[in-house]
């Protein structure tokens, strides 16, 4: 009987840029590529890959893609779960003939069986289809939790070989273990407790962001079959802000993050989106944490500033232009963090014998008062280029909300824009032909300077980065105009 171990991507369901179909070559390169990177199995068809947004033929068609392209090269853990038994019993059996390896059904969801109703929605699944089933325990998205109680009374099914915990909750799964680990394997569903899941002993994992860094959880999992703790914390902690943005955005996150390597899948099906279960703020972040672990490498961007032709190492992605011009002036905003300590940065980029040097010079001859712009620095007497001026948007109306305006937020300010020359972001080469005004909001009632640093430090980043690849384009603000809201629409 077939036993899961190792880590396994939840697949996600590459669409046609349209959003309308399933996009079949893409799907193929998928499949090559996470069987490339060392994973044991594929698991198509499950959360990530959008199996409620899809129609009964669309997943049938899936399954038998990854079967096909897999090619008994690893197995394969069709996805067949659905909120009636009729449904799921449906899809299993035709995971089944399709020659999958094994299925993973979820709780059912919404109408919120009883415990009776859950056994009996697998039991009536496994007595009827010859295939090992792997139970499914997502209480966020099915409203729903599975009790470990419920998995030791199933794991007493003969081809019930296993539960994936996507909850998160290492409680569930050493109370699993503890019960019925000599019957079943346990699987980690949540990308944020890999490590400890495995140490605790789980057989392995089935994760949405083994789509785009299988490689890393493959040693992951490696270093703890070797008993080799340490070197495991220290990946796991290397993508934890990934592990995080994936756990919470799901199959947005995950798509935006292979978009983003290269990997063409698409978009998400509604109702999700980017901007909603995927914030703008999380992508830029999940993009910089990308190119952190290499991810996304950078290539030759050439950048056109004044007479100047220089070519740039660039970390570009599929909205980079090829040729970064127009520096007169440019524009960037971002958002960062919530509540009292939120960040949001608006600042032009441009060249010191262009409009933006008139107006960076008339702000330091005559301030506003409560407007006062400060020259970012980081160290005395040592200012950060290109040189930049920050101004409160905010009437500054105290020391103590002038302290966090001209103390963290100056400070991260300074900071952002020097990792950004220092990564490639402002192209080193034009240093000194560069003058950067940012205005710098910090909320009246912001007490936590640690978070107003890191706040602020984010959105001057990605303020910065969008100013200089000219983003949002045109066709990105139409595609985002219905669901897009001004963060201080309805706060001071």
Sequence with gaps: MFKPTGIMPALVTPFTEDGKEVDEPQLRMLVNHCIDQGVSGLVPCGTTGEFVNMTIEERKRVIDIVVDEANHKVKVVAGTGASNTAEALEMTQYAKNAGADAALIVTPYYLKPTDRGIYEHYDTIASKVDLPIILY???????????????????????????????????????????????????????????????????????ASANFIPDLWVKIYNHIQKNELQQAREIQYKIQKIARITAKSGPVGTKEALNMMGFKVGPVRLPLSVGGELTYEEREELRLDLEKIGKIQPKPVKFEIEKKAITEQFRAIDVTPEIIRDFKLKIGEALAGGGSEVAHIGLMIGTKNGPLAEAYAKARATPTQGHEPLEAILEPNLKVKPETLIVPTVTIRNMRQASMVYGPAQTAVAKAVADSLADGTIPKAAADDLIIIANVFVHPSAVDRQRVYINNYKAMRHAIRRAIEGRPTADEIIENKDRAKHPFKYTP
């Design 137 to 207: 325990n997502i209480p966020q998205c099915t409203g729903l939790a599975l009790p470990w109680q419920m998995v030791e009374d199933l794991a007493q099914i003969p081809n019930i070989v296993g539960v994936k915990d996507s909850s998160g909750q290492l409680s569930f799964i050493l109370a699993v273990l503890e019960k019925v680990r000599d019957k079943i394997n346990v699987l980690c569903g949540h990308d944020e407790v890999v490590t400890a899941a495995l140490a605790a002993g789980a057989s392995g994992a089935i994760l």
